[in-house]
């Protein structure tokens, strides 16, 4: 018998539904060279296309227990309304982090100008389309563009969401053109704020965690793509010591479970200190949940039901239910909506 339980919903704050298609591939590269067949994916795409994958992940991801996800989205105007489409079949809250490419990448990805990309992000905010800045990275922005989509985002209340320290050869180059570690150069730039989320800060070091930090930016933590593509571990423990916000998202989608993002990510803390419990359940579940809604400038997302019968959790007592779903259980405790 089905004994149900109700919790906050999960939800993914970077995901780029695309990549889906290509889990397992490259095995045996670094990142640069995955990246080339990303792209390469990433160039195939159409509207119709998008409609149909994405519905398809959109209602994994809602069978997993996310119920909200925020698609950093960088495959062009008309398949970004695609995919508000296909959230819209999924029943999961969408947000459209529209994202701002000016060099590097495909020609379909990229914008000729700061006016252009505002107007791409305008026409989806006239569609009723719940909207974020994103700036792809350093290296897809130069410092003009940080600097004027700061100055918008700020400017209209919109979330600011950008890749930043995910490798160290990112680190490197911003070095060489600014003289400025990646989220040196976004403070610099007045990206920071309590409406940025940074993606991954897998190499941030202690100064730009303090920048993180005094500025009240989040942290969103992908750890099963971080594994995947050889990213390296986030900072865990320095990041908690500061009380810099941390939400989880599913990025390119190796694997479609809020569950595994989080015990990863206490996983990885329990590595780097030696010792257990680094992040108590409870915080875990608002990583999850709550954090990435704020992260998203979502006030409202679904809940989601378990399982308690599960064979997952058979044995188990009441009173460590959470600890155990997060400790020891997969996506398939989550009860099918409707």
């Given at each position: 018998?089905?004994?149900?339980?109700?919790?906050?919903?999960?939800?993914?704050?970077?995901?780029?539904?695309?990549?889906?298609?290509?889990?397992?591939r490259?095995?045996?590269?670094?990142?640069?060279?995955?990246?080339?067949?990303?792209?390469?994916?990433?160039?195939r795409?159409?509207?119709?296309?998008?409609?149909?994958?994405?519905?398809?992940?959109?209602?994994?991801?809602?069978?997993?227990?996310?119920?909200?996800?925020?698609?950093?989205?960088?495959?062009?105007?008309?398949?970004?309304?695609?995919?508000?489409?296909?959230?819209?079949e999924?029943?999961?809250a969408?947000?459209?982090?529209?994202?701002?490419?000016?060099?590097?990448?495909?020609?379909?990805?990229?914008?000729?100008?700061?006016?252009?990309?505002?107007?791409?992000?305008?026409?989806?905010?006239?569609?009723?389309?719940?909207?974020?800045?994103?700036?792809?990275?350093?290296?897809?922005?130069?410092?003009?563009w940080?600097?004027?989509?700061?100055?918008?985002?700020?400017a209209?209340?919109?979330?600011?969401?950008?890749?930043?320290?995910?490798?160290?050869?990112?680190?490197?180059?911003?070095?060489?053109?600014?003289g400025?570690?990646?989220?040196?150069?976004?403070?610099?730039?007045?990206?920071?704020?309590?409406?940025?989320?940074?993606?991954?800060?897998?190499?941030?070091?202690?100064?730009?965690?303090?920048?993180?930090?005094?500025s009240?930016?989040?942290?969103?933590?992908?750890?099963?793509?971080?594994?995947?593509?050889?990213?390296?571990?986030l900072?865990?423990?320095?990041?908690?010591?500061?009380?810099?916000?941390?939400?989880?998202?599913?990025?390119?989608?190796?694997?479609?479970?809020?569950?595994?993002e989080?015990r990863?990510?206490?996983?990885?803390?329990?590595?780097?200190?030696g010792?257990?419990?680094?992040?108590?359940t409870?915080?875990?579940?608002?990583?999850?949940g709550?954090?990435?809604?704020?992260?998203?400038?979502?006030?409202?997302?679904?809940?989601?039901?378990?399982?308690?019968?599960?064979?997952?959790?058979?044995?188990?007592?009441?009173?460590?239910l959470?600890?155990?779903?997060?400790?020891g259980?997969?996506?398939?405790?989550?009860?099918?909506?409707?």
């Amino acid at each position: 018998m089905t004994r149900a339980v109700t919790l906050p919903g999960f939800v993914n704050a970077h995901s780029h539904a695309f990549q889906r298609a290509l889990r397992g591939r490259a095995a045996g590269r670094d990142f640069w060279a995955w990246r080339e067949g990303m792209l390469a994916e990433a160039k195939r795409h159409s509207p119709d296309t998008v409609r149909e994958l994405y519905a398809r992940t959109y209602a994994e991801m809602r069978a997993a227990g996310y119920t909200a996800v925020g698609e950093f989205h960088y495959l062009g105007l008309d398949t970004a309304l695609a995919a508000a489409d296909a959230a819209a079949e999924a029943e999961i809250a969408f947000v459209c982090l529209h994202v701002a490419y000016a060099r590097g990448g495909p020609e379909g990805m990229r914008q000729d100008s700061v006016s252009a990309y505002v107007a791409e992000v305008e026409r989806l905010r006239e569609r009723e389309i719940a909207v974020g800045i994103a700036p792809h990275s350093v290296r897809a922005c130069p410092r003009e563009w940080l600097e004027e989509l700061g100055r918008y985002a700020s400017a209209e209340g919109l979330v600011l969401h950008v890749h930043a320290d995910e490798q160290p050869r990112e680190v490197e180059e911003c070095l060489a053109e600014h003289g400025l570690r990646p989220i040196e150069l976004l403070a610099d730039c007045g990206c920071l704020g309590s409406r940025t989320t940074v993606v991954h800060a897998t190499h941030a070091n202690g100064v730009e965690l303090d920048l993180l930090r005094d500025s009240g930016s989040t942290i969103c933590a992908c750890p099963t793509t971080e594994a995947d593509l050889g990213d390296g571990f986030l900072p865990a423990l320095r990041v908690r010591h500061r009380g810099i916000p941390l939400c989880i998202g599913s990025d390119s989608n190796i694997r479609i479970d809020p569950f595994e993002e989080l015990r990863e990510l206490e996983g990885i803390a329990r590595r780097q200190g030696g010792k257990r419990g680094v992040f108590p359940t409870d915080e875990l579940l608002q990583i999850g949940g709550a954090n990435g809604a704020q992260a998203l400038g979502l006030e409202v997302w679904d809940e989601i039901s378990v399982d308690t019968g599960h064979r997952s959790l058979q044995g188990v007592a009441p009173e460590h239910l959470h600890a155990a779903l997060l400790a020891g259980c997969s996506a398939d405790v989550v009860i099918p909506p409707g």
